[in-house]
């Protein structure tokens, strides 16, 4: 039981890069959907969290504006598009459910209320 994360790459600054969050063994539906992402020698950074049921999305500032989050619970799958890529964007990107609550108000989140990690997708943004 886990999500996997993947559609990273490399991107130029100014760029977009779309990401996937698939689930292997369980329905994503009554899950909220947490994207997260770790630079090298950095902690884990929470960038969205996709409600269940209520249409909520919530991001940090770094990236509202920038980010979308969406989900397609027919396709098991959750969704990142990021736009207006920047360098400070670089990490390894991963989803995650959210264990305390099924659905996403404010924020921070921290990483340590969601289970299911998978790997994650490297993107880099450079020029």
């Known amino acids: 039981v886990q999500l996997q994360a993947s559609g990273g790459g490399l991107a130029q600054p100014g760029g977009s890069l779309r990401l996937s969050c698939t689930a292997s063994?369980?329905?994503?539906?009554?899950?909220?959907i947490g994207w997260f992402r770790q630079a090298p020698g950095k902690e884990r950074e929470w960038v969205s969290c996709i409600s269940s049921k209520d249409g909520n999305i919530a991001y940090p500032g770094s990236v509202k504006g920038r980010f979308t989050g969406s989900r397609d619970n027919a396709k098991n799958t959750a969704y990142l598009q990021m736009n207006s890529l920047k360098p400070e964007d670089t990490a390894v990107y991963y989803c995650?459910?959210?264990?305390?609550?099924?659905?996403?108000?404010?924020?921070?989140?921290?990483?340590?209320?969601?289970?299911?990690w998978g790997q994650g997708t490297q993107v880099t943004v450079s020029s």
């Open positions: 063994g369980f329905r994503l539906n009554s899950y909220a």
């Open positions: 995650a459910v959210y264990i305390a609550y099924s659905e996403c108000y404010g924020g921070p989140y921290n990483a340590g209320h969601f289970g299911a």
